[in-house]
C-alpha cells in the first residue's frame, strides 16, 4: 500500500516504514507535527539501552509480542499484546523483548497536556465518534 496522502491526513502501514529490527519514524512517514511518535521492531531477547527524557512524557502500546519493562526502582512489568504503559519523563526506563519471536510496540511522546474535547461533527451531522452497539 506505502504511505498515502490525501488532503489533512496521512495513512500508511509501519511495514511500509522499514524492514528489520529497528526504529520505524511514524512521525516522519505521516508528518505527525503534535507529537513524537515511532514503532519499534524488537528481536527475540534483545533489550533496550536504559534512558530518561527531560520533558517528554511517553506512553508505549505492544502491537505484538511481550515487552518486559523495567523501571529506574527496580519494578519491572510484562506487556502483552494491547498492553500500555505511561513513562514520566525523568522515570529511567528499559525495554526488553521476552517472546520468542519480534515484538513490536509504538511509543508516542510529548508535553504540555491534553488539548481537550475538541471535536466537532460536520455540518448536519450530529454525532462525533463510533456508532453506539446494538
Partial sequence: MG???GEGYA??????????PG??????????????????VLPAGVESGRHWHDEQEEVYFVHR??????????????????GLARVDPSTVRRMRNVSDGDTVYV????????????????????????????
Avoid at 511509543?107 to 466537532?120: E, I, L, N, P, S
Wanted: proline share 4%; aromatic share 6%.
Fill in 23 to 40: 526504529f520505524r519514524k511514524i512521525r516522519r512517514a505521516l508528518d505527525v507535527t503534535a507529537f513524537g511518535v515511532n514503532a519499534v
Fill in 3 to 5: 504511505i498515502v496522502n
Fill in 107 to 134: 511509543c508516542f511522546g510529548g508535553k504540555d497536556g491534553y488539548v481537550g474535547r475538541d471535536a466537532h461533527a460536520p455540518e448536519g451531522e450530529s454525532r462525533v465518534g463510533p456508532a453506539p452497539t446494538t
Fill in 11 to 20: 495513512v500508511g502501514n509501519i511495514d511500509d516504514m522499514g524492514d528489520g
Fill in 65 to 82: 509480542g511481550r515487552l518486559e519493562m523495567e523501571f529506574g526502582d527496580g519494578s519491572t512489568h510484562v506487556l502483552e499484546e494491547g
